[in-house]
């Protein structure tokens, strides 16, 4: 028999159909029910990923396999226990934050208990519902792929924003030399603030020209999440022996408007280089590639994970995010503003 709390209102976004900030529709839902092994949480905030405005636009490949339309999109939640199934160890009323494979734009969302961490009490729930996404991607990409040594060189992409900030801190504690880049002027404070050792302002300073004055020999490990606007002279600008990681694609999409430009879209598709196994072995580079959401089951990988940023944090080596909220109401908002490439840290639906 299920333990709970009793609740009144509930809500979730809901997108029937891909497309545009429009299809993010705020629709009532009744109050979901754990079952064995699960757990509802009662949620007080959200955190909203780049992938999220993907998802909308019908373009991100885990999202159809999963899930198909209508979907609610969300990777991560921070709440209080409302209810648990059977066999959860839980207390109702405890403070949590826990991972999704979608479903997390709700005001009451059920999962497993493997995907539910208790809420630190130094965290708030919007910093919280903040962690998991971002800094699990930062974690695998420089400790379950790249493997940094201390001195490494590291180049970090859009260092600003939610997934480049935790790499920049990572990179950091794990003693590496760190180049942020960023898009606009605004962002430079806020990637030294970070820790990086040096900041490379694209919207002022030739790209790669700099990249080349601070790491004459190339660079030991690439972070690109730009996609073909980058992706090839990452590549070259690995020293021998070096990593390029690659986990996304946002320079295909629009910064404006909410819709892709499909014409682009399909020359970026056919432009974005394609690696071959001779080059890079001659070359002495590697490619690595991963999405976070098809690591969802891989339950030991992500308590690990979780398990070394919460320690870091405790111990202050690793801040928790910087965060930005907005009602639930807004969620359009949150996603043009990520879209726009204008934010940094990590935007929040409180709802
Ligand atoms: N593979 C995975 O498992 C995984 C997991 C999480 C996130 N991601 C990917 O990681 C990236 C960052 O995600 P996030 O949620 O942390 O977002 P974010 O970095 O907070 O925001 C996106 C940033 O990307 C840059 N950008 C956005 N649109 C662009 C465009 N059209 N052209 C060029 N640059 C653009 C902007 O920064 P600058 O202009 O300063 O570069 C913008 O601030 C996204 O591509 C996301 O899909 C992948």
Redesign the pocket.
């Known amino acids: 028999m299920a333990r709970m709390q009793v609740t009144t209102e509930a809500r979730k976004v809901v997108v029937h159909a891909a497309g545009g900030h429009d299809k993010l529709r705020v629709e009532a839902q009744s109050v979901p029910a754990p079952g064995p092994g699960q757990v509802r949480i009662d949620v007080k905030a959200i955190g909203v ?3 999220d405005a ?1 998802v909308r636009m019908g373009l991100y490949a885990s999202a159809k396999e999963y899930v198909g339309w209508p979907i609610t999109p969300g990777f991560e939640v921070a709440g209080t226990v409302g209810a648990v199934g059977e066999g959860v160890d839980l207390a109702i009323g405890a403070p949590v934050f826990a991972v999704t494979r979608f479903g997390g734009y709700a005001s009451h969302v059920v999962v497993d208990r493997a995907y539910v961490f208790a809420k630190p009490a130094t965290l708030s729930f919007e910093q919280a519902a903040a962690l998991p ?2 800094y699990m ?1 930062a974690w695998y990409a420089l400790f379950e792929l790249a493997h940094p040594r201390r001195g490494a060189k590291i180049l970090v ?8 900030s935790a790499l920049v801190q990572m990179a950091k504690r794990a003693g590496c030399e760190v180049t942020g ?4 002027t605004a ?1 430079v404070p806020v990637v030294e603030a970070l820790g990086a050792d040096h900041v490379i302002d694209k919207s002022t300073q030739d790209l790669w020209r700099e990249a080349q004055r601070l790491a004459p020999e190339g660079f030991d490990v690439i972070l690109d ?2 996609g073909v ?1 980058t992706l090839g002279a990452s590549y070259r600008h690995l020293r021998r022996t070096g990593k390029l990681v690659v ?5 295909m ?3 404006t408007g909410g819709k892709p430009n499909w014409p682009k879209l399909a020359l970026d598709y056919v432009r974005t280089p394609r690696f071959n196994p001779l080059d890079m072995t001659n070359d002495s580079k590697s490619v690595m590639a ?4 098809y690591l969802f089951d891989r339950k030991e990988l992500l308590a690990e994970a979780m398990r070394d940023i919460l320690a870091w944090i405790a111990a202050g080596e690793v801040a928790p995010p910087a965060v930005t909220t907005y009602p639930l109401a807004d969620v359009a908002r949150a996603h043009a503003d ?2 726009s ?3 940094t840290g ?1 935007l929040v639906l409180v709802p």
Do not use: C, D, Q
């Not at 986990?247 to 320079?251: I, K, L």
């Not at 991963?290 to 959401?293: A, D, G, I, Q, Y």
């Open positions: 990923n780049y992938a993907i996404t971002v991607t992409h859009s260092a600003a924003g939610g997934v480049g880049v960023v898009g606009r962002k999440a730009n606007a986990y996304g694609f946002h320079s999409m629009p910064k991963f999405n976070l959401s990520i879209e490439g204008k934010t990590k």
